[in-house]
């Protein structure tokens, strides 16, 4: 294992950029640079060295279920080995979204989205489970979306 990253160095005008995002990821330039008091050409600089530095993303957001994904779970694994074998090889698969190694019940949580229950269903057994190092799982269906915000700032 390598040395860990230093984590980045913000200064308050680059934080106070990054939380204008976070509140509003279409918002110009031109606006940040009025609430951060930094030109447009200035804040699309710093925006670009943070992008490019991997510090902050600029996505767009999707709400599942309007795209016809009618059925999101968390799925807890339980693996023998190493646990980054099976996190890479489930971070492959389409339906997955998102892994996280973790300690405690489960190794591997994957958070996955999928058309119905069916899909869900052929999306564990013929996929997550056949993976090598798969010892169990235990699937956490969604039955609502209550809170999933992406502006915690960035303290």
Not at 56 to 71: E, H, K, N, S, W
Request: glycine share 8%.
């Amino acid at each position: 294992m390598g040395p860990k990253p230093r984590p980045s160095q913000l200064d308050d005008t680059s934080k106070a950029i990054i939380e204008q995002l976070q509140d509003d990821g279409r918002r110009s330039y031109a606006e940040i640079g009025k609430a951060v008091g930094l030109s447009e050409a200035a804040v699309r600089q710093r925006v670009q060295k943070l992008t490019e530095s991997g510090v902050m993303q600029i996505v767009a957001v999707t709400d599942p279920l309007q795209l016809g994904f009618y059925r999101q779970a968390m799925i807890g694994l339980k693996v023998s080995g190493d646990t980054r074998v099976v996190a890479d090889a489930l971070a492959k698969m389409p339906s997955v979204d998102y892994v996280v190694l973790t300690a405690g019940t489960f190794d591997i949580l994957a958070e996955v989205v999928c058309e119905d229950d069916d899909d869900l269903i052929a999306l564990l057994n013929s996929e997550i489970r056949q993976l090598k190092g798969v010892q169990s799982t235990e699937t956490f269906v969604y039955l609502k979306l209550h809170k999933q915000l992406y502006n915690w700032g960035t303290r």
